[in-house]
């Protein structure tokens, strides 16, 4: 097969327009993006591979030793109070034994660990039931363990909520702002229609601090990174005897409980 | 013409709807946006500080997806340290970054975004800065 001059010049001179309309166009659409920022986490940020928490139970005697632990953290993160328990936002809170771990309780258990209250909170569980339901992704595993929730992706559906046996989530019926008694400026508040639940104060760890409720707790809560040996919830864990909520459930929970 | 003259006073009518925005606002012109960077903020600043992350122009034209990336880089990607223009390290932070200097929300935020019609919704959770009545 041949081409003539004519064809060839044809040819020739349509390549040579389609190629500078397409340079012209990717320069145009090119202009919208941004050179290569450069990010970097914070230096001083704690590190680790799967964070993880035991609650030492003995350490809790007074309701005030619970109300400190659950205030520090309800207001650092504008978590409100609604009063109403049908639309209740909660990150940490009391529990008693038979709801904290149903199935463990008996009728000859003492007193004092039938009405002692329970600070549960969200598990990280290391197999999340909620991250496998969420649509769109707006909670997810960190690469540290912590579940996470991104509020800029929530589109409020509640799938997490009925996976997560634990109850640890909650949603926003109404919008939260009227109901914070002193905001944080340094941390958002939510608004109508997302779920949220405790993040393990990931903007704290990202600043080199512990969690806010470990730091107030006066050795109640132990923090710490699992895959370290050395760690504090590692030595804890290996000395005491230590159980956790709904193991059976396969979801490998990494809050710790010492009851006695 | 059949009907010749409802059709006319149809077309009138049509007209007048179509005009009327225009007409009715008597050519006045909506005053153009001014955005102010003059917080009592960025004047306590010494002057070869008063920058912002990045050049003004391209602040004013990408801040939207800068800030895009800074929430992705932040909340998904766990890295906080932004590093500017000028090689200085910026916490990547709205509430605690950009509105410590631009504390003139109204003046700096919702001059643009009222004229151009957009409604972001930073403001449903971010904690605006608390500004004086004027």
Known sequence: MSI????????????????????????????????AS?????PKA??????????????????YD???????CHRIHNVPDIGNPKREIKWIWEETFEHAFPGQEHEYMGENIKHQPFLVLCNHCDNPACVRVCPTKATYKRSDGIVMMDMHRCIGCRFCMAACPFGARSFNWINPRPFIKEENKEFPTRMKGVVEKCTFCYERLAKGLKPACVEESNGGLIFGD??????????????????????????????????? | MYNGWKIIIGIIIFAALVTAPFLLSGGK??????????????????????KCVESKEFMKTEHMKLLNDWRDSVVREGNRIYIGAGGKNYDMSLQNTCMKCHSNKKKFCDECHNYAAVKPYCWDCHIEPKEKET
């Open chain 1, 38 to 42: 450069q990010v970097l986490p914070d």
């Open chain 1, 4 to 35: 003539n001059r004519r064809e060839f010049l044809k040819i020739a001179g349509i390549s040579t327009i389609l190629a500078i309309g397409g340079m012209s166009a990717t320069n145009v659409l090119k202009r919208n993006w941004l050179d």
């Open chain 1, 226 to 260: 699992l895959e370290d040996p050395e760690s504090d919830v590692r030595k804890v864990l290996h000395s005491s005897y230590t159980i956790r909520r709904k193991p059976e459930l396969g979801t490998q929970p990494k809050v710790y409980y010492i009851i006695t």
């Open chain 1, 46 to 63: 704690l590190i680790g591979k799967k964070w993880a928490m035991v609650v030492n139970m003995t350490k809790f005697k007074t309701e």
């Open chain 2, 29 to 50: 012109v909506v005053a153009k946006p001014d955005p102010k960077i003059d917080t009592p903020e960025i004047q306590k600043l010494p002057e070869n500080e008063r």
């Open chain 1, 66 to 72: 619970y109300k400190r632990v659950i205030n520090a």
